[in-house]
């Protein structure tokens, strides 16, 4: 019989937590980033408007901004992402117990 993995990746997954939070965001292009001022000042997830406007991941949050200008920039929040990222693995738990995490928002999952 043929193995099946499945992998599992939540797409936008930093921006669309920050979306639950905030709805009035939902219309807008959102991004999460790091901190300019430590350094870190590049784009880590984005939402699909903002992908749409040319809005890398990698991208420096000034470069991000001329091809956005509408960006709605904010700082990752790791406790609620980590929050979401065990809620989703609780799903992939209900229907297997072969899973492997990868990063934050990804596994392998094996049905």
């Not at 903002?50 to 904010?74: E, F, M, N, R, Y």
């Amino acid at each position: 019989m043929p193995r099946t993995i499945l992998h599992v990746d939540l797409n936008a997954f930093y921006a669309s937590v920050e979306c639950l939070y905030r709805p009035d965001l939902h219309a807008k292009p959102v991004a999460v980033g790091g901190d300019v001022e430590a350094r870190h000042g590049i784009i880590l997830a984005k939402s699909q408007l903002a992908k749409q406007a040319g809005v890398k991941t990698g991208d420096a949050i000034w470069q991000a901004k001329q091809k956005c200008p509408g960006l709605v920039c904010l700082p990752p929040d790791y406790r609620k992402y980590l929050r979401f990222s065990r809620l989703a693995r609780d799903i992939y738990a209900d229907y297997t117990d072969q899973v492997e995490s990868f990063g934050i928002d990804e596994a392998w999952v094996r049905p």
